[in-house]
């Protein structure tokens, strides 16, 4: 059934839902789903309902219009999502293949509202899988003297295959600024590291060093600083004093393409809402 998805946050008050659900009721809005969150450490609100998209009485262009006095009186910041439209997914990659394939897997299966679009990457060898599942393949080297032509043809690519979002699937290259601030809130990053711990390059070898008992990953939203971006989902695996960095990094490519399938999947749910670098995760 096709759902209009409305998420939001504001300032905490008393009569929010009320306002809100009745705004949606004097419509005839059906709601197959609501979630709310109240943070008393940023005294702010969040909350995402699902309306039954033919249950309204006035078309989707029409509501903000409708919706203006109520987010108005309250602060809200809001977005309108229509389930029925899936998410256009632009895919980087580098040379790994096992975070690629479980994404093509879960688009092929309908595991979420989203299509892959494109799949670009700095290395070769992942054309003929790419093509064989029938995505165009985009290899864009990166070149020493003018790396920025690298991410600037990622930039031109992304709003020609008129991306949604963008996910780094163990795309091994910093992303500047530029495209961070530009396409902010919508490139997911797959870190492979129980983040805040082993940020940057090599975390399994740094995992080692220190001698840790878990390894994990995290699956995070892209910023200007490497791996800080806000947290969608993490997991854990034992590991123990036997494992070597390849025994960890072998382990690992178990974690790490399931906590990215689930966190693009809440993602494209619309599920995720972000605030002072922290997300709420509506499951
Ligand atoms: N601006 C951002 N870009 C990227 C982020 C991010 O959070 N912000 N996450 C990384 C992911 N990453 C590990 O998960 C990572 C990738 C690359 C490097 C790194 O040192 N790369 C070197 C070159 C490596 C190579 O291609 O040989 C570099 O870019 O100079 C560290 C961590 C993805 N991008």
């Known amino acids: 059934m096709r759902h ?15 306002a809100v659900s009745g705004f949606l009721a004097d419509h005839g809005g059906w709601i197959d789903e609501a979630s709310y969150h109240s943070d008393p ?22 509501f903000s219009d409708l919706f203006s006095p ?34 093509i897997h ?22 003929s899988f790419v093509e064989w599942n029938r995505i165009p393949f985009h290899y864009l080297p990166v070149d ?31 992303l500047p600024e530029s495209i961070c601030t530009r396409f902010s809130g919508r490139i997911l990053n797959i870190h492979h590291s129980f983040l805040p711990s082993f940020a940057g390059a090599s975390p399994y070898r740094q995992a080692f060093l220190r001698g840790v008992k878990l390894i994990g990953a995290t699956c995070h939203y892209v910023t200007a600083e490497l791996d800080a971006g806000p947290i969608i989902e993490q997991d854990v695996i034992r590991i123990d004093h036997g494992d070597s960095p390849e025994e ?10 399931l906590v990215l399938a689930r966190g693009l999947r ?15 995760v509506f499951h």
């Not at 809440?266 to 709420?280: A, F, K, Q, S």
């Open 144 to 174: 020493s003297q003018s790396p920025q032509d690298h991410f600037s043809e990622i930039a031109r690519l992304f709003l020609e295959y008129k991306g949604d979002v963008m996910v780094l699937a163990r795309y091994m290259r910093i």
């Open 4 to 18: 209009l998805v409305l998420t939001m946050s504001c300032p905490d008050a008393c009569g929010i839902i009320s």
């Open 266 to 280: 809440y993602h494209v749910e619309d599920r995720v809402l972000v605030h002072d670098n922290r997300t709420i």
């Open 248 to 257: 960890m990094a072998r382990l690992g490519r178990d974690i790490e393409k």
């Open 70 to 103: 109520i987010a108005d009186r309250f602060g809200i910041k809001w977005r309108i999502w229509d389930t029925g439209q899936k998410k256009r997914v632009v895919v980087l990659a580098s040379r790994e293949d096992h975070c690629v394939n479980e994404l």
């Open 41 to 62: 450490s940023t005294q702010w609100f969040f909350m995402r309902q699902a309306i039954r998209a033919d249950s309204l009485d006035f078309p989707q262009d029409a």
């Open 106 to 127: 879960r688009a092929s299966t309908g595991d979420g509202p989203f299509e892959i679009v494109s799949i670009l990457s700095n290395h070769e060898n992942l054309r």
